[in-house]
């Protein structure tokens, strides 16, 4: 375990708060507002291709001088089942036909994982942000290699130990240790294998004590009092997803925010069926709908999310957000709502206040 002011200096951060990479709801405005409030900022670009990706990665820089984080996701490429994804699409047309619209008449993978994205390793070595983050797995060798010689500090996610132990051997530089509790999709390398869920705490004091690599510990965290307990259990910082999906510069719609200030807040659910892996939602019609289909695979990461993405956005012209993807983690009835920048200055004076 390396000490936190030696890691954050390595970061080049002063607070031992990192605002979550989350793609479709964090911004480069937010991530800049993060930055130069004195913690780390990030943009997810895992949905992202590469242009689109050097796009953001040059709006976080006219922001700010402070460094930031670029997430990636590196999941096991999908194997398209036309069968399947026919059945899926099914399957959800009496919600289509409810909404008066078609469902999709095939369904197909909406980004690529960075394993098979030479462009956007490529747009990295070329763009050189400070930071650079993996979620769903790590990349191969060589980028690893590249990505190191260009400076990039490197971060992946874990949630388990042996996760956190293949990146260590990777040569990753700190691990990202994602509780159970956390909002958005599940980091597991395998979405297939057992999962030992493991909590934000058990996993961040685990992975403190059976690994060298300094621990973001991820979930459940939405103030400076829990951030201070992650601190405790030996982490080096903590990394907030919800607490931010509320800020200004959100790209988080209307129904989303106003479903995160409702009762469905404490009913947060890890479902398959939006995206085809294991992700925590908010409670919504789909949630309950997957949880009807369980017993019933749905198509491949990120195959299956090209039809929730349809029904949301069919839902969505007739006013109604209950197909949304909206994630959040367990802390979601603690979320607040106001700049992001203020809500790092509150974050921190509540750290500074427990600490005293
Ligand atoms: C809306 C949302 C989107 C997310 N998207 C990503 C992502 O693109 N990449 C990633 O590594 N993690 C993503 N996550 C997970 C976060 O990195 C982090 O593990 C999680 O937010 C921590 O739990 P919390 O939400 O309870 O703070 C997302 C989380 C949320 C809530």
Known sequence: ?????????????????????MAG??????????????????????????????????????QTAAPFNVNLFVHRPAVADPARELAW????????????????????????????????????????????????????????????????????????????????????DAV????????????????????????????????????????IAAGGVMDGAGIAAMLDLGAAAAQLGT???ACDESLADAGYRAALFSDAAHHTTMTRVISGRPARSLANRFTALGDELAPEAPPAYPIAYDLGKALHAAGKARGDYGFGAQWAGQGAPLARSMPAGDLVAWLAAELAAVRR
């Not at 390396?2 to 031992?16: A, I, Q």
């Not at 994205?117 to 690893?144: K, N, Y």
């Not at 240790?177 to 057992?194: L, N, T």
Request: proline share 7%; glycine share 10%; charged share 20%.
């Open 176 to 215: 990202v240790a994602q509780g159970y509790e956390a909002g958005g999709h599940r980091g597991v390398f395998d979405p297939d294998a057992p999962d030992d869920q493991l909590s934000a705490s058990a996993l961040t004091r685990l992975l403190a004590l059976e690994t060298r690599l300094p621990v």
């Open 243 to 245: 607490a931010f999906i």
């Open 1 to 21: 375990m390396t000490s936190s002011p030696h890691f954050l200096e390595k970061l080049g951060v002063r607070l031992p708060i990192v605002q979550a990479p």
């Open 25 to 62: 709801v964090s911004s480069p405005a937010m991530a800049a507002a993060v930055g130069n409030a004195g913690a780390l900022g990030s943009i997810g670009v895992g949905a992202s291709n590469a242009e689109a990706a050097g796009a953001m990665i040059a709006e976080v820089k006219a």
């Open 89 to 172: 699409i099914a399957r959800f047309r009496p919600q289509f036909e409810a909404f008066g619209a078609e469902p999709p008449a095939r369904l197909t993978e909406i980004y690529r994982s960075l394993v098979v994205d030479d462009a956007m390793i490529a747009m990295l070595l070329e763009t050189r942000p400070p930071i650079v983050s993996f979620h769903f797995g790590l990349p191969g060798e060589g980028a690893i290699r590249a990505l190191r010689e260009a400076g990039a500090v490197l971060l992946a996610t874990a949630t388990s130990l042996k996760e956190a132990r293949a990146a260590e051997s990777a040569g990753i």
